[in-house]
């Protein structure tokens, strides 16, 4: 397969003359490499702000430009799904479509003296959370399915969180099934809270015996305040 090469292009009499999609994909490779310090911090906002001004599609042709199962590009992927993750890209077809299959990117086997293998947890959160964000309510069966069957509690998290965040009521029965399944305190705190956020009346019994009968003091805590939030009326 031909790799494509980024190119910044040629000195003539007009000066450096580059590609704008070349440009936007230099940025956002530079972006995602960029490490979280104070020093730092001023550059990324600026970086962020070139981006967004040239809209969506240089970061699905960067994200398509990429090879998925290159674990060096675990934290730059990541990084460009949450930029997807705007309410400004709601009803985008493609970017749809790219975080739908960003959920089921999964272990990744790669050269070593072990084989080892690596799971892409990272990606999978972020689509679901990004989903969510621009309010793709059509991808709630796709998300919930993560919640249940995901192997990284972290990601059930995060996919638990985007249900909150879509407000869907019509799967409260399925998260009171998963509350029950669990026994990862975290997850069963974040399922506790979204019941919360979504307010449904129907999650109020099985709030309650959580008040009286969880071991685990923060999911208590979190179901008094849940209830707290149930619309009654």
Same mark, same amino acid.
């Given at each position: 397969?031909?790799k494509?090469?980024?190119?910044?292009?040629?000195?003539g009499?007009?000066?450096l003359c580059?590609?704008?999609?070349?440009?936007?994909?230099?940025?956002?490779?530079?972006?995602?490499?960029?490490?979280?310090?104070?020093?730092?911090?001023?550059?990324?906002?600026?970086?962020d702000?070139?981006?967004?001004?040239?809209?969506?599609?240089?970061?699905?042709?960067?994200?398509?430009?990429?090879?998925?199962?290159?674990?060096t590009?675990?934290?730059?992927?990541?990084?460009?799904?949450?930029?997807?993750?705007?309410?400004?890209?709601k009803?985008n077809?493609?970017?749809?479509?790219?975080?739908?299959?960003?959920?089921?990117?999964?272990?990744?086997?790669?050269?070593?003296?072990?084989?080892?293998?690596?799971?892409?947890?990272k990606?999978?959160?972020?689509?679901?959370?990004?989903?969510?964000?621009?309010?793709?309510?059509? %991808?709630? @069966? *796709?998300?919930?399915? =993560?919640?249940?069957?995901?192997? /990284?509690?972290? +990601? #059930?998290?995060? &996919? !638990?969180? $985007?249900?909150?965040?879509?407000?869907?009521?019509?799967?409260?029965?399925?998260?009171?099934?998963?509350?029950?399944?669990?026994?990862?305190?975290?997850?069963?705190?974040?399922?506790?809270?979204?019941?919360?956020?979504?307010?449904?009346?129907? %999650?109020? @019994? *099985?709030?309650?015996? =959580?008040?009286?009968?969880?071991? /685990?003091?923060? +999911? #208590?805590?979190? &179901? !008094?305040? $849940?209830?707290?939030m149930?619309?009654?009326?």
């Amino acid at each position: 397969m031909q790799k494509r090469v980024y190119a910044l292009g040629s000195i003539g009499k007009e000066g450096l003359c580059m590609n704008r999609k070349r440009i936007v994909s230099f940025l956002l490779l530079f972006l995602a490499l960029i490490p979280c310090t104070r020093e730092l911090a001023a550059q990324e906002v600026l970086l962020d702000d070139v981006i967004f001004a040239n809209g969506a599609q240089p970061i699905l042709d960067f994200l398509r430009d990429q090879q998925t199962w290159d674990p060096t590009q675990i934290e730059v992927r990541a990084k460009m799904i949450r930029f997807l993750g705007r309410s400004s890209n709601k009803g985008n077809e493609d970017i749809r479509s790219e975080l739908l299959q960003g959920m089921q990117i999964g272990f990744s086997k790669f050269a070593s003296k072990n084989n080892r293998s690596l799971d892409f947890w990272k990606i999978r959160a972020e689509s679901a959370l990004a989903l969510a964000r621009i309010g793709e309510t059509s %991808a709630i @069966p *796709a998300i919930a399915k =993560l919640a249940r069957d995901d192997t /990284d509690v972290q +990601v #059930q998290i995060c &996919a !638990v969180q $985007a249900l909150g965040l879509l407000k869907a009521g019509d799967y409260v029965p399925f998260l009171i099934d998963l509350l029950y399944l669990t026994d990862h305190g975290r997850l069963a705190q974040e399922i506790t809270r979204t019941l919360g956020i979504i307010g449904d009346k129907r %999650a109020f @019994p *099985a709030l309650l015996a =959580l008040t009286m009968g969880y071991v /685990d003091a923060n +999911v #208590q805590q979190a &179901a !008094v305040a $849940a209830m707290k939030m149930l619309k009654w009326q």
